[in-house]
């Protein structure tokens, strides 16, 4: 096995899928924890509600956070990286806590959700924006961001009239607010380099 | 800074093996334009920030056509792909979604029963469900209508379904803010007064709604070149321009509409 793409039962896994088998990742759908074991990267997607995307994962929480521990590289991607978080004012449920923070309503100062293209700001070098640029624009669609309290997890933030936390990273655990599989050519560029570094 | 968007919206006759694109004028006088999956993958190449399928025949017995254009679709285009006409229901959206849709478009069966909207957001979020509405001007607005300044004189709009062919007496303006509420996450405005036309968006219906609602506004209806589009960015709120015709056949590119914005201070993805 190579790409593990989780799915847990919520929304659109098509798209992912499709763009790692696109750049020959090797990508298979899983469902139960023990599918987990032997995998060489992990992708958590994830939409709808923080809460609905919880109490889903919970089951695999434990063989997630095992194969983190092994050094497996993991990429969360949208709700899958809200969920790396202690909580969200979105729903009651407890995230998984790997990254200390919360995650908070977009202001109502701003049309909620963010939906389309921006650009990020980064904020420190990481293997999976090797490549990016600060004039590459990437697919939002969220109403929820991220507060890490560590900003030093802070690989790339973007400007919705606030700064928003786009891209973290710890070890190997990385995690993007935008759609990678949804933002063209320099979308799949950050899948690519994700798909390396489970090659190491 | 988020940047404005171009949507190209193909409009798809599916009574043919590989479906193909057609284009009305005022939602009549139909014309043919392409293979729907080419036209995307060309549109993709240019730059489009996201595309929209709207299935015009809607039967059910088309639907395995309308899969089969998505799933060829999506293995080349790495844009969001938003996919409407004749969803009826949360397992509608399903199958679209297993074909690599990333939004569904929802007209007539959300005018008919709104608790879709709220069923597909529970489902998908709100970022998967686009209302589509097809406004026409109506003169003379009563107590109980949104009241538009327009150079026809104060109007009001009347939603309409069916792809054109009935109206409701739905106040356009009003139905938008309903959506909202109930968990849409984009309202994809459609202006029947000047759908095909070339003649520009229609600025005060496209104004009026953005001014009512704090989601994204597809502005539809009417673009005919790159100043209509740099028109409705400069005087409404629209995240987001769609238009068919001047990409169809040739007119425009994608890219040379972005040019024109960006040199004209629009932001845009290049």
Same mark, same amino acid.
């Given at each position: 096995m190579t790409i593990a793409v989780v799915d847990y039962g919520v929304g659109n896994l098509f798209s992912i899928y499709n763009v790692l088998e696109r750049i020959e990742a090797g990508p298979e759908l899983i469902t139960e924890p023990e599918d987990l074991v032997g995998a060489e990267g992990v992708v958590v997607p994830g939409v709808g509600s923080f809460g609905r995307c919880m109490r889903r994962l919970s089951r695999l929480e434990g063989a997630l956070s095992e194969a983190l521990e092994e050094g497996t590289p993991m990429l969360g991607i949208c709700v899958g990286m809200q969920v790396l978080f202690e909580r969200s004012e979105e729903s009651p449920e407890e995230g998984l806590?790997?990254?200390?923070?919360?995650?908070?309503?977009?202001?109502?100062?701003?049309?909620?959700?963010?939906?389309?293209? #921006?650009?990020?700001?980064?904020?420190?070098?990481?293997?999976?924006?090797?490549?990016?640029g600060e004039e590459d624009f990437f697919y939002f669609v969220h109403s929820y961001h991220c507060v890490p309290v560590d900003r030093s997890v802070l690989a790339a933030t973007t400007d919705y009239g606030l700064e928003v936390a786009a891209a973290v990273s710890r070890d190997n655990l990385f995690a993007v607010q935008f759609h990678p599989e949804k933002s063209g050519q320099k979308g799949?560029?950050?899948?690519? #380099?994700?798909?390396?570094?489970?090659?190491c | 800074m988020?940047?404005?968007?171009?949507?190209?919206?193909?409009?798809?006759?599916?009574?043919?093996? $590989?479906? *193909?694109? =057609?284009?009305?004028?005022?939602? +009549? $006088?139909?014309?043919? &334009?392409?293979?729907?999956?080419?036209? /995307?993958?060309?549109?993709?190449?240019?730059?489009?920030?996201?595309? =929209?399928?709207?299935?015009?025949?809607?039967?059910?017995? %088309? %639907?395995?056509? !309308?899969?089969?254009?998505?799933r060829t679709t999506a293995k080349n285009v790495?844009?969001?792909? @938003?996919?409407?006409?004749?969803?009826?229901? =949360?397992?509608?959206? *399903?199958?679209?979604?297993? @074909?690599? &849709?990333?939004?569904?478009t929802v007209n007539t069966t959300a005018l008919k029963r709104p608790e879709i909207i709220?069923?597909?957001?529970?489902?998908?979020?709100?970022?998967?469900?686009?209302?589509?509405?097809? @406004?026409? %001007?109506?003169?003379?607005?009563?107590?109980?209508?949104?009241?538009?300044?327009?150079?026809?004189?104060?109007?009001?709009?009347?939603?309409?379904?069916?792809?054109?062919?009935?109206?409701?007496?739905?106040? @356009?303006? /009003?139905? &938008? !803010? +309903? &959506?909202?509420?109930?968990?849409?996450?984009?309202?994809?405005?459609?202006?029947?007064? %000047?759908?095909?036309?070339?003649?520009?968006?229609?600025?005060?219906?496209?104004?009026?709604?953005?001014?009512?609602? *704090?989601?994204?506004?597809?502005?539809?209806?009417?673009?005919?070149? /790159?100043?209509?589009?740099?028109?409705?960015?400069? +005087?409404?709120?629209a995240s987001a321009a769609l238009a068919a015709s001047i990409f169809h056949y040739n007119e425009w590119g994608v890219d040379e509409v972005k040019r024109y914005l960006a040199e004209r201070g629009i932001h845009v993805r290049i």
């Open positions: 806590g790997w990254i200390t923070g919360e995650v908070v309503r977009l202001p109502n100062s701003v049309l909620v959700p963010q939906m389309g293209w #921006n650009t990020l700001s980064i904020k420190k070098e990481v293997e999976i924006l090797e490549g990016i799949l560029r950050i899948l690519e #380099n994700f798909v390396r570094l489970t090659k | 988020l940047a404005r968007r171009i949507i190209p919206c193909l409009d798809c006759d599916l009574g043919v093996p $590989q479906g *193909r694109v =057609v284009k009305g004028i005022e939602f +009549k $006088q139909i014309r043919y &334009a392409g293979v729907p999956w080419e036209l /995307a993958s060309r549109y993709y190449e240019e730059g489009a920030d996201e595309i =929209v399928f709207l299935d015009i025949t809607a039967s059910h017995e %088309r %639907r395995e056509t !309308m899969f089969n254009v998505i790495f844009v969001p792909l @938003a996919v409407g006409g004749g969803i009826k229901s =949360v397992d509608d959206v *399903r199958g679209v979604f297993k @074909a690599g &849709a990333d939004k569904v709220t069923e597909i957001a529970e489902e998908y979020g709100s970022q998967a469900c686009v209302v589509a509405i097809d @406004a026409k %001007r109506r003169d003379s607005p009563g107590e109980d209508r949104i009241s538009v300044p327009t150079p026809k004189g104060e109007s009001w709009f009347e939603c309409s379904f069916y792809g054109g062919r009935e109206f409701t007496g739905i106040d @356009a303006i /009003a139905w &938008a !803010m +309903k &959506a909202e509420e109930l968990g849409a996450g984009e309202i994809l405005l459609t202006s029947m007064d %000047r759908d095909g036309t070339y003649d520009g968006f229609d600025l005060p219906l496209t104004d009026g709604v953005c001014k009512r609602v *704090r989601i994204p506004v597809i502005a539809s209806g009417g673009c005919g070149n /790159a100043e209509h589009i740099f028109e409705v960015f400069q +005087k409404t709120g």
